[in-house]
């Protein structure tokens, strides 16, 4: 938990995910409970991360693996303190697209990059100590995923560079988010994203629920 009253609570899954979705109808469910609520997402929510967001997602560059942890790890150090550090402190809760555990899922896993003791304390730098009161994590077949991406991009919604990754990548990083959800089945709860939206909205308003949190 963190110091000031405000809660973080993060979304994770693989692109393609629906966890956007439920995070705009979440903010919505709790404000309705009398919560102050912010939204952001991961990378790019300030000034300076949305130029990070750019050199990392556009596909004009390609960093290697090393180059694109760093550069998603600046995203995140500027994103807390400029925007969830000052939301927490003021008591609000923060609703975050994506954040530490999309770096072990991505980058950790997918680019099968080395060191996770060392990737643990450059998280902790990063983010300067904070961490998720609760994730979701929407759960869904990486077949299914790669499905509703294709869909989404003949419908003229643009990809991202990681969107277009090889299925053996997203592969990791969905055997990833599991491995992180069993590890810690507390903080993490999974949502069966395959469901439909309101079905999927009932799993994570049960999340709450069921920790005492609404
Ligand atoms: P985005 O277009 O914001 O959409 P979505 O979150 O709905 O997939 O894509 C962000 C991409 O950045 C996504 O492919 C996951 C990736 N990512 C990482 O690889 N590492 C990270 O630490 C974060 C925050 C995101």
Redesign the pocket.
Known sequence: MNNGAGRLITFEGG?GSG??TQLRMTAAWLQERGHEVIVT????DTPVGSEIRRL??EGEYTPVPECELFL?LAD?AQHVSEVIMPALDRGVWVLC???SD??MA??LA?RKLADPDGLAAMLKFAESGIAPDLTLWFDLPVSEALHRIRSRSSMGEES?R??EEAQSFHELVHAAFAELHRADAERIARIDASEAIEQVQEQVQAAFDVRGMV
């Open positions: 692109d966890k956007s997402h991961e990378p790019g990392l997602l998603f995140r697209d994506r954040f999309s770096t991505y980058q997918g991202t990681l969107d």
